[in-house]
């Protein structure tokens, strides 16, 4: 079948998220790869993948695209399902023959209640997607497919055994082809990484089992499977070839450090291939590793600190002690590697000490650009769990992740700690983290190394301080 992948049209101001995994309004505007959208695209010849946040696309010129298609597959998430059902809707009073898939981490922990959202909605994909959509792109009869739910002609909706978790990760083709084919690279943006980038993943799942978070617990797995390095080094060659555009990859795996000796490998090989690279890590790298990383091109880790608590950090099966976060990050710094540190306020065991603990903590490790959240319960996490069988959701146990303007809401409290002071807590941590001499100077001489910096960070300075306003709002 003629096949659309699309990221569809959602609320003014949200982003790509992380690789589209949770769409929301950032405090500096920024948009990810869709990568798990782009790498089933690359498994069915001649389909084609559109982004329409990232292209500014209206509902209409979206529809205009998509109703030339006969198989449309839309990446949804929970807090954008809403809006990706309507658009469903819409495409479907267009052309009532088009057949309509949902993929993401929403549809694959509730495929029922996702299908009986919205009749337009055909079928979704659980587990890992990738070679579900290719057999339905092929035309196998859906009772066919594995990891399959539909919607039977008189209504019912039918849910077929579960796809066997995918073991050689070389089976994937590369994605980058299909980022230079579809996607226009200048589109994408983050604060923290050179522009324009690119992101890719070299495996998937992660074996921390921090309670919050969202695709080792839905899509993901808790086993890190890994492509081989030789498969990895030769789409970063192709893309150094063939997007001479691209400054930085980023390796968006959840925790690409986890395999120290591969990272390593690739790093190696990487150095070689004369590329500047960023991935995520735990904070618990060994100085030995980070340093043959910083050898070979590595520029910035995205490390997902969390709390400056530790009875926290155990309270979410973290794995890290303070401690030992204090060191690498300690590490990082003699090294020259940047970090880009992400907090998340009202995790379980969370007060108004805690609060105030991890600001400090976080201007102490000082990393060199910060992102705080709110804890999100996902469906399918722990956490969610959690959240509803000690009533922390509120009492309707409507989980509501973002507004109607796109802004993350606290959708968690506790008897002692209520919703309201949770958000309020995200303005303080981002005023007293960046409102210091000593950051603000940091920021300055970044700016006076370039012009191009200079027109960076007073862009996303605009958007920061509206960021500020609207989420007071």
């Not at 690359?42 to 292209?55: C, E, F, Q």
């Not at 899509?219 to 492509?227: F, K, L, P």
């Not at 003699?334 to 603990?357: A, R, S, V, W, Y």
């Amino acid at each position: 079948m003629k096949t659309l992948f699309l990221q569809a049209p959602s609320f003014d101001g949200f982003d790509g998220g992380a690789g589209s995994r949770f769409q929301t309004r950032r405090e500096i505007r920024s948009f990810w790869y869709p990568t798990w959208l782009v790498q089933p695209a690359a498994l069915v010849p001649d389909s084609r993948v559109v982004d329409a946040p990232a292209d500014g696309l209206s509902l209409d010129a979206t529809l205009d695209i998509a109703q030339e298609y006969d198989l449309v597959i839309i990446h949804t998430s929970s807090p954008s399902f809403s809006s990706d059902a309507h658009f469903a809707e819409h495409l479907k009073q267009r052309k009532r023959s088009i057949l309509i898939g949902m993929i993401g981490a929403k549809v694959a922990v509730d495929p029922h209640g996702s299908l009986a959202a919205s009749d337009a909605i055909d079928f979704v994909c659980r587990e890992e997607f990738d070679f579900t959509c290719r057999d339905i792109a092929q035309g196998v009869p859906f009772e066919s497919i594995l990891g399959l739910s539909y919607r039977l002609p008189d209504g019912g909706i039918m849910h077929n055994e579960a796809r066997p978790i995918l073991e050689d990760m070389d089976q994937l083709p590369f994605v980058a082809p299909i980022y230079k084919r579809d996607l226009k690279t200048e589109n994408y943006f983050s604060g923290y990484l050179k522009h324009p980038y690119v992101s890719l993943y070299t495996g998937r799942g992660c074996k921390s089992r921090c309670t919050f978070c969202l695709w080792p617990h839905t899509v993901g797995g808790h086993r890190y499977r890994t492509r081989s390095v030789d498969n990895v080094l030769e789409e970063v060659k192709w893309i150094r070839d063939n997007m001479p555009e691209v400054k930085e990859i980023m390796f968006d795996d959840d925790t690409f450090t986890d395999l120290r000796p591969r990272a390593e490998e690739i790093a190696r090989g990487l150095g070689k291939l004369g590329v500047t690279w960023s991935c995520n890590a735990k904070a618990n790298v060994p100085y030995s590793t980070l340093k043959v990383m910083k050898e070979n091109g590595l520029r910035l880790l995205l490390v997902g600190y969390e709390s400056g608590d530790d009875q926290i950090l155990v309270n979410v099966k973290k794995g890290l002690r303070t401690d030992m976060a204090r060191r690498f990050s300690d590490d990082c710094r003699k090294l020259g590697i940047k970090i880009h540190g992400t907090f998340i306020l009202g995790l379980p065991g969370e007060t108004q000490e805690t609060i105030q603990k991890t600001i400090q903590y976080a201007k102490e490790i000082n990393p060199h650009t910060i992102q705080v959240s709110l804890a999100a319960p996902y469906p399918g996490t722990v956490l969610h769990k959690q959240a509803v069988e000690n009533g922390w959701l509120e009492k309707s146990k409507v989980i509501t992740l973002v507004n109607s303007a796109g802004t993350q809401q606290s959708a968690i409290g506790y008897p002692h700690l209520s919703r309201e002071e949770i958000f309020l807590g995200v303005e303080e941590f981002y005023k007293r983290f960046y409102f210091r001499p000593t950051k603000i100077w940091e920021i300055v001489r970044e700016m006076l190394v370039s012009w191009e910096m200079m027109r960076r960070r007073l862009q996303e300075g605009v958007e920061f301080f509206r960021f500020l306003r609207d989420h007071r709002a």
